[in-house]
């Protein structure tokens, strides 16, 4: 391990750290009960794709090469080693909130998961009709013998191992049979009114039904124990250039294999028995590390379900209603208004209303002659797509960069780009080999005889359920000089051809990295000068290695270095003599910080930049990103403001880094400085 690699904390193990701090809103009793089970949720689907992709990853690469050292100068199996101890660890926390805590509390709230043991007869009888109307006709038992191998397991499913005595009708004595949890049944099963027993919400899970009548399954036999268990599969999709003649064909018979790729981890109760999970074990390759039992349902997030099907706003945050900016709320027309003066949108704080409108009246304003649009998540039903499509259907010239490899978003977005193409839009896949992360839409509309560009730049994905949950800023924009780069940047991704030199915004791959280490070593130099220097950026990561050395050298100049990073970094904050002037916090609360805001003092000159981008090698060197400045004062007071300098002082949600890549949490001493409960009354109207 080299000097430079022991300076680089590990990226699996910061994953790991953050789901700590979720986590850890799942324990705070000073949140609402139900927000608190989200958040147990949320944990169980951060490690879910955590498995299918880190993990994985450091699966192959131990496997095909073994020698390879990481940024932190480890290697892929002593990482795994480290990440199989802290995730069981964190499991195992997770399993005894739920059990010790989680479940004895919303009991006392009427809301009830009942065990088999404690099903009252009209329930067993509610149960039994359940399961042979909406379980019995579509589950398939499979009986293990050399006609009937052991079948493939969907990735992430439900499924049962059966232990078995006796012979069937065909003589038959295997032991041993797997039965697959149907996928479209849900986890959680709300029981009528009438047989709730005097609790308001009573539920069972479907597993303890199956587990109930599963000898109904296998008749004749003696069933002598039922297991529930889940496999984790890599996730990971392999499209090679070579020979390549579609994307989107490519992707669809990938896709059909994803729930199929090499096992990484094995879900099991925890009261399966030791031969038992030797057997599943064999059956997927896998090594007693990565077994995981636990104390409770295997799939945690089918849990997030519950809190939608109960009606109790007092165990809640309360609902709130987005505001429109001051310009906007005189219900003036929309380009007249960005023709007017900039416009600043922070989700969820404001509403994602004005981006829906700018490309609804987009489709319809007979004045709008073009439109083009970057599409990386929009979710499978979204009205902004709709109105892309009306848009080509009348005529319009439109353009649409769909990222066909946004992870998870595959399936979603090839169905968008097929329809947008049987409207009549122009759909490109981007770049083979960059994916296109940039948050960019362009409206061109035709005025008195001239053709004029507004834009809207942001920081999050253009989908409206997400902007109510993440933290976001986007820039509406008619800034010709913006506009001009954007286009350039759409040229690029749709046609062929050199970069060309763009006036304002920053662009990966090919400035915005360089654009960071210029400003970084500015700030150097103004330090080793004597003159003020400051750095403050938030971020969702902080991973590439470049970066922080010029970070720590920067510290190292007298630069006070103030770093806002929700998830994982790389940096080790505080250490004498390199990092001293550094300082690291996470802000984690009701809504996924998520804006990519970076700041340098300039010797009083304060640049500003919103961005799409994170500080990792993939935004800088493997992505199309895009990095706006703010220019107008207004606006960069109040992106410094509500960003940075509010985020600075929380003592409610934020968490402290330790150098060894641990963190702490904020203690309110005082006056409580919440950034997110500040900004939602400033902002907001509760209903």
Not at 336 to 357: G, R
Not at 640 to 666: H, P
Request: aromatic letters at 8%; hydrophobic letters at 45%; charged letters at 20%.
């Amino acid at each position: 391990m080299t000097q430079a690699q022991e300076l680089l904390l590990n990226r699996e193990m910061g994953l790991i750290e953050f789901n700590r701090r979720v986590m850890a809103q799942g324990e705070d009793s000073s949140l609402p009960l139900l927000e608190r089970l989200k958040f147990l949720c949320i944990v169980s689907s951060n490690l879910d794709e955590f498995f299918e992709v880190r993990v994985a990853w450091l699966k192959d690469n131990a496997q095909h090469n073994p020698g390879r050292i990481l940024a932190d100068g480890n290697t892929p199996g002593s990482t795994l080693g480290n990440v199989a101890a802290a995730a069981h660890d964190l499991v195992a926390q997770q399993y005894a909130l739920l059990t010790d805590t989680m479940l004895p509390a919303l009991r006392e709230e009427g809301i009830v998961f009942l065990r088999r043991r404690e099903w009252s007869q009209a329930q067993q009888e509610w149960v039994k009709a359940f399961f042979f109307r909406e379980l019995m006709p579509i589950l398939t038992p499979i009986g293990l013998d050399p006609a009937h191998p052991f079948p493939k397991v969907l990735n992430k499913s439900l499924n049962f191992a059966v232990e078995l005595e006796g012979r069937d009708a065909f003589g038959r004595a295997s032991g041993i049979a797997i039965v697959q949890a149907p996928r479209i049944l849900p986890r959680v099963i709300q029981l009528p009114a009438e047989v709730c027993d005097g609790n308001r919400h009573s539920f069972v899970f479907l597993s303890s039904i199956l587990h109930a009548h599963v000898h109904e399954l296998f008749l004749g036999m003696t069933v002598k124990g039922c297991y529930q268990f889940r496999v984790t599969r890599n996730s990971e999709l392999t499209v090679e250039e070579e020979d390549l003649k579609n994307l989107r064909t490519a992707l669809q018979g990938e896709l059909r294999h994803r729930q199929f790729g090499q096992a990484v981890r094995l879900e099991i109760a925890d009261t399966c028995p030791r031969h038992m999970e030797d057997f599943l074990l064999t059956q997927f390759n896998l090594q007693r590390e990565d077994v995981y039992r636990v104390n409770g349902p295997v799939n945690l997030v089918r849990l997030m379900q519950v809190p939608d099907l109960v009606d109790r706003p007092d165990l809640k945050f309360t609902p709130f209603l987005p505001s429109l900016p001051p310009v906007l709320q005189q219900k003036a027309n929309l380009f007249e208004a960005i023709s007017k003066q900039d416009i600043l949108l922070h989700h969820p704080y404001q509403s994602f209303q004005p981006v829906i409108d700018m490309l609804n009246l987009a489709a319809f304003d007979p004045q709008v002659v073009a439109i083009k649009m970057t599409v990386y998540r929009t979710g499978t039903d979204s009205v902004l797509m709709d109105s892309l499509i009306a848009a080509a259907r009348s005529g319009k010239q439109v353009t649409v960069v769909v990222e066909l490899m946004a992870r998870f978003d595959e399936e979603a977005n090839i169905g968008w780009a097929s329809r947008l193409e049987d409207a009549g839009a122009h759909v490109v896949y981007g770049v083979f080999g960059y994916k296109v992360h940039a948050k960019m839409l362009m409206v061109v509309r035709r005025e008195d005889g001239a053709l004029k560009r507004y834009v809207h730049l942001g920081t999050g994905n253009y989908h409206p359920r997400t902007a109510r949950m993440y933290t976001d800023f986007g820039l509406m924009t008619c800034n010709e000089d913006v506009a001009s780069d954007v286009n350039d940047i759409f040229v690029q991704l749709t046609g062929l051809g050199r970069a060309s030199k763009l006036k304002l915004l920053l662009q990966s791959p090919f400035t915005l990295h360089s654009m960071v280490m210029q400003a970084i070593a500015t700030e150097t130099e103004h330090a080793k000068a004597g003159r003020p220097a400051r750095i403050i950026a938030k971020m969702n990561a902080l991973l590439e290695p470049q970066v922080i050395h010029a970070l720590y050298r920067a510290s190292q100049a007298g630069v006070k270095i103030q770093l806002i990073i929700r998830g994982v970094c790389a940096l080790r904050p505080g250490v004498p003599g390199l990092s001293d002037n550094i300082s690291v916090r996470s802000i984690v609360g009701r809504f996924l910080e998520h804006p990519r805001v970076f700041y340098f003092y300039n010797d009083k000159a304060e640049n500003l930049y919103i961005a799409s981008a994170d500080w990792m090698g993939r935004n800088f060197f493997r992505r199309i990103e895009s990095c706006v400045p703010i220019l107008d004062p207004v606006l960069k007071r109040r992106v410094i403001k509500e960003a940075l300098r509010m985020n600075l002082v929380d003592n409610f949600n934020a968490w402290e880094m330790q150098a060894d890549g641990s963190y702490r949490k904020k203690t309110a001493r005082g006056k409580v400085h919440s950034v997110q409960q500040t900004l939602l009354a400033d902002y907001t109207r509760q209903i």
